[in-house]
Structures are given as structure tokens and as C-alpha cells.
């Protein structure tokens, strides 16, 4: 299945390779190097590459490029899957995925890849199996490494691997037993230019936060389930549970997991928590244009919008920018074209306001198009559908758990056409 | 570093070389020093060894050997995880040397009693492969071994093995069917999707259509779907589909065969995964095989997808697009998902367009083209130009809104962009060629934009446009090729051919005019540098302008340029892309990828679906009883997967507490379709399926209660006479027997062999248990032990005198004769209570039970026995023979024992423990063992009991002298090759008609004689071994078909008395 894998570095350097077959020379890398020469955006480079003898297939997370080499017919989406599974891990492991971080760590990244894939094919990538067999590095341990000779090899065998419930350890203890869960709201949104909204859904995740000792089982039940019109759960969930009873009925692994994605149906009106009032226009007249956006609360459930931010992405041709801010500040990157809006917290007494005139490069055509604004903003302890938590049960343990349930709701892909 | 004593420094050491190999550099200098560690104790280095040399040993394949010997030291370990580990690098070494010794270790893995090793070997299974093809027909024995196995944990790899080496061996597959379809929930992810992939082409191939009846409608559906009427729409299909079921009941009524309505059930609640590859397994596996109504329920978790990463959503939107095509009501609800925003990758965006096209119809048209109308204004001008040409394809499928679209591009005309203008253009010429008449005003628009467009296409467009109806423009025509022909010697080639092809259309149409002009351009292209243009010059220079010489032709010029051209059809490029498997990477590329399995059409009739019954019957036979099969289909599938902890009792506890417990009784059961006899199995599972059982259980219980004596019921034997009932059920319908008999027999004598190791530990446990249970006193435990100990030192293949049997047995062939003594232990429990137990379990006299005294002149005491073709556990020598008294009569009867053995010089008779009391009624069992010392001789005795003795006497037919061992194709046939001469007797037979087939012949071949099957590569022999019990000489037999039922036998043995008595008992069982 999987040949190779190469990563890839922003600037095209390719620093770490690893064969799971016979090696395959780098070189196979050019003709992707050719389509990122070719593409604009690095997003841009089309993630499946055909080669006279081989197929590149690739991701781009977190400004690297994970390419990985296949010689026959394989579904692209088990590849493509994988790798984020591989970039996954990194970043559990490591807390972030990026070059430094995975060339300080290569031995461990070896090692990981090698029991990540046997001959291509995937055999372990349960997180909580492979930080049984391959310990993630802490500063702690890596002092107590070079004191005593330790190493970062587990040598028990990865018994998780062998049972019915591979994603949990095995005897696992704490003295405070305690299961967290957020619920995370995102509204993805289209709004028109006039205010309407074109297209709203959002979808919901809950990250789940267990720290409980033994094998626990727990059964998480919710006050209105009907409003979740689709959902995808980590392998843990028990679908026969959940199609009889609505209910999540599982044994968590060990940490922090997602437990479920769902998605609340359009049918349901979904709540636009701001409004937003703009005009962006380019004057025919002299290389100028002039900018006012103004943002009020729309629908917020009685809760104050925090974090509130617009992003836009300017025109070629949008030089530089002289605005004022009512509140926060924005900067405007050049090479980039992006201008960036900080608010913060949204006073419904003072709408934010931001104005001011654009310059355009001279000679330069005006823009025909105005740039569309990307908006986010969280607000606290609600979930825009509604949705709600009943009750937490644990079965299978005796002891007393803490559990707790937090609600946020976030602008997923917040878009006002302008 | 490297040679110091100290492990860290060692570790030091390879970590700088591991970094090195990361970074691509060549370590391969430092080989020599690098394997001397491979033996190091620090495991952390031994990864980091195993790292480097699996990927420089193919480099170094000399100095690779040197580390052999310490992964076959490893292979040993009692640790599992370093067995894992070993046989993982070991068949990761890329070394030809060593097939040999892979595929040794492959297949003792592929026995191994942790399935984590037998994972293992799945997994090396192609690696073998792709060293050395030629071992295939061996490996397929492997896989096919493995894809018996029941726990979760191999499945997923062994099916990858089974795609890479053998994807045309579908037949395989067929006994472990809905084995799959069942573990399917609970395999790994990864797993699955390979499963779901090659079941999805097990399903093409052996399932009917379910679309079958409408699939002729379909295509007047299609003609909807793109003609030009353009009225249908979802209430109509709606009563297409209603259409459809009339016809449908019309006609052949299609029923899906319960074990498709499986897989499509099983794999529903997959669309739920976490993982997009299982999704868009499960999606193309409905879309591919489900019936059109139920298709919808994939768009849901598609669409979801799309919240993914970018490359996850690259690749849905393109199986999207196909699937819209094709199903398009599928979509429709879930129109504004696909909706484009401006922070999209391009390429998706164009993906996007493609869906939201495919999905156009008139009623969402206008909100459709809204949207297309903010899209233009993007500053991406790759994705405007997409967008003009989804634009095109919307108004040329949708007659209403082409008017519509047509000033919309025509007012794109304007734009500022040339671009977006040559794009619009290149539309606008297609979407003219429909009805010209009506737009003249446009062609004259476009005639001006000449002077302003510069892209070529564009250009070239527009001079094709006013050529071909320069009738509708009679002013504007001349005028627009004056311009030209000033400009020619600066155009581009393109535009060069229509300027010529605009000459003369114009010459042919008014050449009072234009001639000059045409003559002009003529010349002009008579002098160009591109050979094309001056080869179009000089034809149409021929065509058109008259001369003496220009012939017939030039009377047809005028229809050959201004012949009515069909409009040019916009399509989508995803049109006929779901010939592939969707999904997968040749979809994607939309070219054949290598290694790239077809998927096949539907069948025309459904091949032979009782193929799965039978077989999965043996290997899952708690899942799928025959008989209300459907009900408990479905009671199983709800129950046991992912239910709650309550109802975790089903296949997924036995499937995972296999894999906890090495010596489980469950890893007994799990192999238990392993045992000699076909009764094995049945007993085992009566032992283990208990829970599984139950609903089944009570009922049937009541029925047997009925027919049996009144012996209090215990939890085992119950479950087993209601397996048996479910024969009994069975047995009516008489093909399915013969079947199921000779399938199983096949079964199990090919896989005898891999499940001794692991069924000695379950054996033991089996017999404590048993000992609590049954009255009768058993051998001890402990002989059977030793012996299979001793066995086991015979016949292996490596040295083995570190072996300790309890914590991990080594894998070793031994005969099926471990398996036999569970068997038959378990088998004395029933038939201690049951008389109908021995026939009922093997009907076709698999144990043939003989008469040793009639109820009649046995006063009401009736004796059966049977040879149980088990060991005798006190003396190895001796044949195991099983005996049943019943008691008829009226009054009890004591102290049944036995006296005075008359035996032949030689022979030894073991007696059975004296049975003290045997009410009315009641049926004991009692086991004896008999020496025959490799005869026939019958050894004669007396019965006696507290009133009368009775003479009997047992003869036992010479099949049952010996018992099976185990060899390999290469052990037979050398041993075959010293067995010549007088040691061979042939004989010619003639099959009987019902025993052609290969299932059949070992059948009845094993019932004949205990013997057990040689796996072998050709599918025309069938071989057997065994040794006779007392002088242990080997007995091969060899029964080779050719055609219309000719057969030969072939018997070798050292005994020729027994060979040729074997040839006629054989003979026999064949012929008749």
C-alpha cells in the first residue's frame, strides 16, 4: 500500500524520508515539486499526483508536506486519511507538527512511523497504543533518560492492541477520577451582501476529557437529541445504543478524545449571532478606496460575544491601508493582502466600528470584486442549537467520578459577502 | 559506539544512524557493526537495529544472514510480542535466501495461538509475495487458513494479504462470507475499508442486480436527464419508481438474497466512522450494490465529509460528482452544502461548481445561478472561468433559464477581465449553435468585440460563429473579415484556420463581395510558416474557387462548409467515470492504476448461493442456523455488536475474549472447526456457545426433552443435542446435507493441522471440566499431555527441546489427533444421556456404530460400538473404542464388566471400568482399548452382568488401525517415493456419481479410513496419510480423478496386508 513517505518542508527540502518497502529514490518527489511550482497556493497543489510509475499522494498540515509514494490501486482516501492519522500523532505527541519539532524528536518520529505501518499497511494507530509501546517525550523524562540510561521503548507488550477495547490501556489508575466534556459549536455561514443569509448550518463536536481509573463505561445521554441530524463517533461509541436510544453509551480511552461530530440539519433556523454592516468601494477615480464596517449583535442567547475577529483578504492590487478602529486594533499584512480586525469582546452599547480609506497600487486597474469578510467569534457557555447534556452515568467502576460539561459556540466558516 | 558494553552508548550510537537513514543520507557502511546488535537485550536498540537493517539488508544481503538465526531464536520466544516482532523484520529483510525460511515462519505463525502473531503473518504474507511469486499457491493455503480465523483482529489484515496475492481467488471467500459481514463492526478501521472494498466485488459477483427490473427504465431516466425536454423532476421519478414496481411485479419478482440485505445492513452504521476512507468505503459499496431507494442514506455522511480537511474533500467531491450524475435526487437536499466560499482551494472549488452543475434541475436553477453570479465577481479567475462554463452546461441542459444565461454571458461580454470575456465567448459560441436564428443581435456583438479580444480561442470563436451564419449578419460578415485580413500575418494559428474557413464560407455565400478578399487570404496563407494553414489554404483553394481541373467536388462545396453542424453536447468530464470502483484511485485518475481490480458486472443469475450456507455453517455456525436463519440473522446482527455491556454476549465477546485469553476454552472454539470428524466442532461449540444460545436453546430443549431419557440436562450436552436438532432440521432438505457434510470434512482436514498447538490448551481445560461433570471416570489429563508432548517431538520440523507447553505452546504439526481426544471427550458427555447422538452428529456414518449385542438376546441390554479414532490415552498402541449400553428392559442391571478375553497371539485388550448400576432406561457409555496389533483379527469376549454373560466379539475394519498424521506435499511425496514397488497397490476405480468432487471424495475417503488429508497443489488429487496404531508404519493414500469419474487409488504401506485391505474398503466407499 504505502511505498514511502517524505516531509516536505514550506520551502521544498525534503527532511525526512522512511521506506516501508525497498527504497524508492527521491527523486520521485520532482514531479510533485512541479505541481507546487505550478500551484499558487500550497492548498492548491492537487493531492493526488500521477507519476509514470508511481502515485504521490499528498497532504499539507501545518506548513509541511506529508508525500507519500504508492505504486498500486489503493482507495486515496485510506492514504490521505492515514497521514493526517500520522500528523495527528505528531501533534499528541509532540504538541505541535512542525519541522523543528519533528527533526528534535526523529529518532521517536522513526519509531513511530514503524509501528504506525507494517509492509504499507497501517497496523497500529491508536494513540493510546502506541504511547504504550513508544513513550511521548516530556522534559521530565528526558532528564531521567540521560541520568539513568532509560529508554523511551516500552517493553510490555501493547496489550490495548489485543482487546476488545484497543483504544483504552490497561490498568489505568487515578486518584481523582474525572470526565470532562465540551461541547463545541461551530456556525458555518454564508451571508449575502444585503444581510440575508444564504446558507447556515452548524456543526457540533464534543471533546471529551477522561481521566477515570479502571474500565469504566460510561452512558452520556443528551435532553434533546433530535436535533442532531448526522453524526460520526470515535470507534468507542456503540451504534446500537445510539439508534435505539439516542444515548452515547461507551468505554472512553484513556485522555482526551473526540468523542462525537455532529450536525445540526438546516431545517432548523440556526441563530446568527452578529450582524454586520459594510460598505467596501473602489473609486473609478484615482487609486483609492474606502472601507466602514460596523458589527451589532444579533442573536447571542443573552450571552456576551467574545473573541470576535474579521479577516479579509484584500485585492492584489489594495497597497495599504489607513483606518480607525473604535475598538481593538487590526493590522494588515502585505505580502499577504489580509487584513485582520481584532475586537475582542462586542459591547452591544458601542458597536465596533472600522473605517477609513485604502490606497491602491497607481495604474493598476480598479478591483471589480470586493472582498468577502471572514468572521469569528465565540461565545460562552451555550450551544447556538440548543443542544444539551442530560445526564452522565458510569457503569462497570465503583468509585465516585467529578464530571462536568462546558458549552461554547464558535463562527466556523463565517463568510459575509460583500 | 557501537561495539561498547554500554547500552546507552549503543543507543547513542544507533540514534545518530537512525537520524542519519531519516535524513536520507547512506548509512550502509557501518552494516557489519551494526548487526552484531541485533541480539543486544536493550529493546529501545534492538528496534533501532531491526530499523536499519530492514532497510539496508537488501543491500547487504550476505551480511543480513548473519542476523537470521537470532529472528528464528525470536520466532520461539514465549512472549508473543517478540514472536510479533520477529517474524515482522524477518519477512521485512528483502533477502531471496530466505523465502524459504519465511514461509516456514509464516506458516507456524499462521497458527500461533495469539492472534497478534497470526496478524503478523497476514501481514507477511505479501511481503513474501512480492519476493517471490512463486510460493503463491502456498500462501494461498495460508490465507485461506487465516481467513477462517473468527478473531477481529486478523480479519483486516489477512483480507489485505488475500487482495494483494490471490484478489481472483473469490471462491475463498465464500465459507467466511458472513463471517466478515459480522466481524465487520468491530474490525479495525483500516481493516474495513479493505474488507468493505473486496466485498463489494464478492457482492458483484455473486448477488443479482436489485435495480435488475428498473434498469430499463434507467435509461429512459437518462434521456430525461440530459435530453432536452428537461421536465422531469422528483415527484416524476417518484412515479418512475412506482412505474418500475409495477413492472417489477410483473415480472420475475427480483428478492434479494439475505445474505446481500446482510452486507448492506452491516455495513450501514459504518457511515458513522470517524474515518473518511470507511466512510467512502461504505458509500460506494451502497452506491455500487444497494437498491436505487435505499442509496440516499450515504449522502448524509458524504456531505458531512465535507467539513474535513481539503484533500479528504478533494477526493469526496470527485466519487460526488460522479455519484450526481448518475443519482441525482440523492443530492438535492443538500444543495447549499455544496455552496463555494472564497477561502475554498481552488481545485475544490471547481469540484464544487461541477456537484452544484450536476445538480441543477428548474426548480433550484435560479437559486443556482445567484450563486454563480457572486462567483463571477471572485478574484480567482481559474474558478470565473469554471463558472462561465458551468454556466454553459446549466443553460444547455435546462431549456427554460438558456435565455436567461445567454444575456448573463453576453453582459460578461463587457467585463473588464479578457478572460472571463474569451471564456464567456467560447460559451456563447456553443450555446448559439442551438438556435442561431434568434441571436443575431448577439453575433453582432460579438462581431464587434474583435477589436478588443485578444485571446485566441476567443477570437477564433468568433470568426467560426459569423462564418457559419454569416446568412443571419449579411452586412457585418464582409466587414469583419476585411479587419481580418489586414491583421492575418499577426494572428495566431487558430485563428489563421477560421479566417480562412470565414473566406470561404463568405465566397461560397456572397462572393460578390468578398472575393477579392478571399483570394487575398489565400495567398496570403500560401506563404505562412505553419504547414497546416497552408495545407487548409491550398484545399479550399481547390474546393471552392472553380476551375477546369477542380472536378465533381467543387459542385459540393457549398454543402460541405455550410452543412448543418450538430450543437456540441456539454458534458460533465465525471460522465461514465463510474465504470470504476468508486473510491478508489483509478476514479480518481480516471485511468486504469496498476494492480486496479475491475468491478464486475452483475451476474444474469445469481450463482449457487447454498455455497455460503454450508460453509459459513461450519466455520460460524452460532451466527447462521438454517433454519429461521433470517430471524437470527437479525437477532445476532442487533445484539452482539457494539450493544450495550448487558447484551454483550454475542460473537463479539467470544471474537475478543479469544483474544485476551490464550488459553481460553474459547481459543478452542475458535479453531474448533478444526477437529477430524465433523462432530467435533458441533460438541465444542455446544460447549461454548452457551449464552449465544439461549432463546434458541429453550425451545428446542422442550422438543428434546421429549425424545430423550430423563437424565438431569446439562448446560453443555443440551447445547449440543440442539445443534443436533438443527441438523435434524437440516436434514431434510438432502442436498444441503450432502454439502455441509462434505464441505466440512474438507474444512476440516486442511486446517487440522494449524490448531493442534492451540487446542491442547483448551483440551485440558475441557477435560477438568468434564471430569467434574461426567460420571463415568475419565483417563487422566495428564498421559494425553505427555503424549501429545511426545508427538510433537517426532514430527516437528525444528528443534524444540526449550519447548514448555504451558505458557506458550510452540507451533508445531502434529495430527489431528489432539482435537480427536477433545472431541470424543466431550462427545462421551452426550452420548452417555443421548442414543441418538453418534447418528444424529454424523449421518452419513462418519463414527459408523456397530451392533456388539441386540436388545433381543441381550435380554433388554443393548451394546453399540463405535471406533472413536482418538488417541487411547493409557497406551498409545491401542485403538479407542467406545461402547454403549443401553438399558431396554424393565429392571436395572449391575456390575456390566467384562471377562475373558479371547485374543489372537499378540493383541491386548484394555478393559472398560466396571459399570456398577445401569437403571431402566439409561445409556451408558464406557471406553476400551483394543491392541489389534495392525489386524483384522476380532478380539472375542464376555459381557457379563450380574445375572448372565453374553459372548461377543469386535472386528474392526482396517481403516480404523490406523490414525492420521500429518505431512506437508513434499513429506508425502518422499515418503510416497520409498514406499514403491510391492509396497503400492493401484487400482482403477470409477467414481460413484455422487462423489465427483473433491468435498465429496475426502469424505467418504476420512469416513472409510482414519486418515488424515496432505494438502496438496493440484485440485485433481486428493492425498491422505496415516500410521497404523500399533507398528506406526505409514499409510499414504492417493486418489486421483480424471475424466467422466474415472479415478485412480493408490495405496502405500509397508503392511501389504493392510494396503490391500485398505484399496478394497476404499474402493468401496468410492464406487458406491
Known sequence: ?418 | MLDSNKDSLKLEAMKRIVAMIARGKNASDLFPAVVKNVACKNIEVKKLVYVYLVRYAEEQQDLALLSISTFQRGLKDPNQLIRASALRVLSSIRVTIIVPIMMLAIKEAASDMSPYVRKTAAHAIPKLYSLDPEQKDQLIEVIEKLLADKTTLVAGSVVMAFEEVCPERIDLIHKNYRKLCNLLIDVEEWGQVVIINMLTRYARTQFLNPNMNESLLEEGNDKTFYGSDEDEDDEEEEEKDKKAEATMAKRKPYVMDPDHRLLLRNTKPLLQSRNAAVVMAVAQLYFHLAPKVEVGVIAKALVRLLRSHSEVQYVVLQNVATMTIKRRGMFEPYLKSFYIRSTDPTQIKVLKLEVLTNLANETNISTILREFQTYIKSMDKDFVAATIQAIGRCATNIGEVRDTCLNGLVQLLSNRDELVVAESVVVIKKLLQMQPEKHSDIIKHMAKLTDNIQVPMARASILWLIGEYCEHVPKIAPDVLRKMAKSFTNEEDIVKLQIINLAAKLYLTNSKQTKLLTQYVLNLAKYDQNYDIRDRARFIRQLIVPTEKSGALSKYAKKLFLALKPAPVLESPFKDRDHFQLGSLSHLLNAKAGGYQELPDWPEAAPDPSVRNVEVKDSVPEWTKCSSREKRKEKKVEKPFYSDSEGESGPTESADSESDSASGSEIGSGIGESGSGSESEESEEGSESEEEEEEEKEEKDKKKIKKELKKPVQESESEQSSEEEERKHERKSKQRKSDSESESDEDDESESESSQSESEDSESEAEVKKKKKAAESKPPSKPVKKETKKEKKEMSLLDLDDFEPAPSPQVTPVSAFLSNSLVTDLEGLSMSDAVLSPAAISPSSALKSYELLHRIRGEGLSVEYCFSRQPFSPDANMVAVQVQFTNNATSETKNLHMEDVKLQSGMRVKEFPEIELLPAGETATAVMGIDFCDSTQAANFQLCTHTRKFFVSIQPPVGELMRPVFLTENEFKKEQGQLMGMNEITEKLTLDAKCRNEHAIVQRVTTAANLSRVPCGSDRECRFAGRTVTSGSLVLATVATKEEGDAQLMVNCEKMVIGTMLVKDIHLALTQ
Not at chain 1, 493526517?84 to 509532540?94: C, G, I, K, N
Not at chain 1, 460510561?218 to 441530524?229: A, E, I
Not at chain 1, 461530530?261 to 450582524?275: D, E, F, T, W
Open chain 1, 1 to 418: 500500500m504505502i511505498h514511502s513517505l517524505f516531509l516536505i518542508n514550506h520551502s521544498g527540502d525534503i527532511f525526512l524520508e522512511k521506506h516501508w518497502k525497498s527504497v524508492i529514490s527521491r527523486s520521485v518527489c520532482d514531479y510533485f515539486f512541479e505541481a507546487k511550482e505550478k500551484a499558487v497556493d500550497p492548498e492548491d497543489v492537487a493531492p493526488v499526483l500521477q507519476t509514470p510509475h508511481h502515485y504521490l499522494i499528498t497532504i499539507y498540515r501545518g506548513k509541511l508536506f506529508f508525500l507519500s509514494v504508492v505504486q498500486t490501486e489503493v482507495p486515496p482516501l485510506f492514504v490521505i486519511e492515514f497521514l493526517h492519522r500520522v500528523a495527528d500523532t505528531f501533534q499528541d505527541y509532540f504538541g505541535e507538527c512542525s519541522e523543528t519539532v519533528i527533526k528534535d524528536n526523529v529518532v521517536t518520529v522513526y519509531e513511530l512511523l514503524e509501528e504506525m505501518l507494517d509492509n504499507g499497511v497501517p497496523l497500529s494507530t491508536e494513540s493510546n497504543v502506541l504511547k504504550e509501546m513508544i513513550r511521548p517525550p516530556t522534559t521530565l523524562r528526558s532528564v531521567v533518560n540521560t541520568l539513568t540510561g532509560g529508554s523511551n521503548v516500552g517493553n510490555t507488550l501493547p496489550t490495548g492492541q489485543l482487546s476488545n477495547v484497543p483504544w483504552r490501556r490497561a490498568g489505568v489508575k487515578y486518584t481523582n477520577n474525572e470526565a470532562y466534556f465540551d461541547v463545541i459549536e461551530e456556525i458555518d455561514a454564508i451571508v449575502d451582501k444585503s444581510g440575508t443569509t444564504v446558507f447556515a448550518e452548524i456543526q457540533g463536536v464534543i471533546e471529551a476529557c477522561v481521566w477515570l481509573t479502571g474500565m469504566p463505561d460510561l452512558t452520556l445521554s443528551f435532553m434533546n437529541p433530535r436535533l442532531l441530524d448526522d453524526v460520526s463517533f470515535h470507534p468507542c461509541v456503540r451504534f446500537q445504543r445510539w439508534d435505539s436510544e439516542r444515548a452515547l453509551s461507551f468505554i472512553p480511552p484513556d485522555g482526551t478524545f473526540t468523542l462525537m461530530n455532529y450536525h445540526v440539519g438546516s431545517q432548523n433556523l440556526v441563530a446568527i449571532p452578529v450582524y454586520v454592516k459594510q460598505s467596501i468601494s473602489f473609486f473609478e477615480s484615482g487609486p483609492c478606496g474606502r472601507l466602514d464596517i460596523t458589527i451589532g449583535p444579533k442573536q447571542t442567547m443573552g450571552k456576551t460575544v467574545e473573541a470576535l475577529m474579521v479577516k479579509i483578504h484584500m485585492p492584489k492590487a489594495v497597497l495599504c491601508v489607513n483606518l480607525t478602529a473604535t475598538q481593538g486594533s487590526y493590522t494588515y499584512d502585505l505580502p499577504t493582502k489580509v487584513l485582520v480586525w481584532d475586537i475582542g469582546r462586542l459591547n452591544p452599547q458601542k458597536l465596533p466600528n472600522l473605517k477609513g480609506s485604502l490606497s491602491l497600487q497607481a495604474g493598476a486597474p480598479k478591483p471589480e470584486d470586493n472582498p468577502s469578510l471572514n468572521i469569528d467569534l465565540k461565545i460562552q457557555q451555550v450551544a447556538i442549537s440548543g443542544l444539551k447534556v442530560n445526564r452522565l452515568d458510569m457503569f462497570g467502576e465503583k468509585y465516585k467520578l467529578f464530571k462536568g460539561v462546558k458549552y461554547v459556540t464558535k463562527a466556523g466558516k463565517f463568510q459575509v459577502r460583500t
